[in-house]
């Protein structure tokens, strides 16, 4: 198959999962027991990834964990990912992920998004709304990690933090702004 065939491809079968038509994502839509698994590999990896994530998500009022969260694009792009809500260790609701972008931009990426509430007043902000839109509703800061891979949990300040990682670690210079984050049901 040509590259842009297959390209071409990928990007309708990204539109059916992101729900252009209402019912093809329920259709795609993972179980929850899929994405709990999921989540639970995600964290695994945020640990094993970040000096300091552990005690991070101890401390943290809530954790979203979107495990995937897929980027197509040619020209005009989007992304979708599902997730879970944590509290306690303990999934409290199913989320997903979608944005859009116009701009250059050519082929498929996938990534993790890691997203902490540090406080309850964050987290009660977030489950208020129905569409929470990030930069809009709420501002998640984009953590980095320094020397030697560890974050100072005594530096982060900010009521929500979140983590972006790819197949080879932590990723930089990336945004989530635009971002609506929206509960599920499964």
């Known amino acids: ?5 297959l390209l071409l ?3 309708l079968a990204f539109a059916l999962l992101v ?12 179980s929850a027991y899929e994405i709990d698994a999921d989540v639970d590999a995600a964290l695994g990896r945020f640990y094993r990834t970040v000096g300091g994530g552990r005690d991070l998500v101890r401390d943290a009022a809530a954790v979203l964990v979107f495990p995937s969260v897929v980027k197509a694009g040619m ?20 989320y997903n992920t979608i944005s859009a972008s116009v701009g250059f931009q050519l082929g498929v990426q996938a990534r993790t998004v890691i997203i902490l509430f540090m406080t309850e007043s964050a987290l009660a902000s ?11 509703d709420g501002s998640v800061t984009l953590v980095t990690v320094g020397v030697g891979g560890a974050v100072d949990t005594n530096q982060i300040k900010k009521p929500v933090i979140g983590f972006i990682l790819d197949q080879k670690g932590l990723m930089y210079n990336l945004t989530l702004e635009g971002s609506k984050i ?5």
């Open 9 to 11: 491809n990928v990007l």
């Open 75 to 94: 020209g005009f792009g989007g992304e979708y990912g599902e997730g879970a809500l944590r509290r306690g260790g303990y999934t409290e609701g199913y």
């Open 182 to 186: 929206s509960r599920i049901d499964r």
């Open 19 to 30: 729900g252009i038509g209402g019912s093809a994502r329920e259709a795609s839509a993972a």
């Open 126 to 136: 977030f489950q208020r709304k129905d569409g929470w839109k990030v930069g809009v």
């Open 1 to 5: 198959m040509a590259p842009k065939s």
